[in-house]
């Protein structure tokens, strides 16, 4: 099933053109190849025997070598194909998601830290492997990804919120986001508020309404204040309610 979705997803996937040199591998069976690659979770060598399969049953037209997609996996040429394939894969769930959330998460790769910042700077990076930040935004029912955004280790957070808000606004219809104390700011709320939706960005400890003018800010401050007040009042109304009497 994973294999036939995969095809699916990558027949929309154009062949750039090439007026000279020795002729590509087909865009769309690389993506596929490394795609399907990362999903085997094996080596190289052991998942070309899946691959054979796949070109068997026709989800690809050519039979790449291992190190054909090595080569891919280092090619920035994929990379938007890649963030589409994941925008058109969470279309069929438009209908059952309003609520999203965003966060990111690290993976670590292959690749150690530069081994000269290790050594006059850190020595304790000299054992740790260097890592990718992704940020992405899912829906709260189905985790479903709908948009996607990857940075160096150092990449922040806060940025990443207006686009991944903004994609997910171009296929779904958005009531709710939600999001950590990494996210707060302004034009992030504003972000959401213009989409006629509600942001659930919780303010930091420091925070205050004096810190901008800013009519957005004013409002979350203020309403954050009053939801923190109500819960507070239904709580202790429910413990008092479910002591026993004298």
């Known amino acids: 099933m994973f294999q036939r979705l995969l ?16 002729p590509r591998a087909p865009l769309p069976d690389m993506i ?18 899946d691959l054979r399969g796949s070109f068997g049953n026709g989800y690809i ?12 996996f280092e090619s920035e040429v994929i990379t938007p194909h890649l963030g589409v394939m994941i925008q058109q894969s969470s279309l069929p769930l438009r209908a059952l998601e309003s609520s999203f959330a965003v966060d990111s998460s690290g993976f670590s790769t292959s690749n150690f830290v530069q081994w000269v910042q290790a050594k006059h700077y850190n020595p304790k990076l000299m054992e740790r492997r260097d ?31 207006k686009p991944l808000v903004n994609e ?36 930091k ?29 239904d709580i202790t109304n429910e413990v008092t309610s479910s002591q026993p009497s004298a």
């Open 168 to 203: 997910t606004a171009m296929n779904f219809v958005i009531n709710a986001v939600s999001a950590d104390k990494a996210y707060l700011s302004s034009d992030n709320l504003q972000t959401v508020l213009d989409h006629n939706a509600m942001p659930y960005v919780p303010f």
């Open 131 to 161: 890592w990718l930040k992704v940020h992405l935004m899912c829906g709260v029912k189905t985790n479903v990804v709908t948009a996607i955004r990857i940075t160096d280790r150092n990449g922040a957070d806060c940025p990443q919120f």
């Open 32 to 49: 596929f190849s490394s795609v399907f690659k990362v999903y085997s979770t094996v080596s190289a060598r052991r998942f070309m025997t």
């Open 61 to 72: 037209s050519k039979l790449p070598c291992y190190n054909t997609i090595f080569k891919y």
């Open 7 to 22: 095809h699916q997803l990558c027949l929309g996937i154009g062949e750039p053109s090439q007026p000279l040199g020795r």
């Open 205 to 233: 400890a420091n925070s205050s309404a004096k810190w901008t003018t800013t009519p957005v800010w004013q409002r979350m401050y203020h309403y954050s204040l009053t939801t923190k007040d109500i819960l507070w009042s």
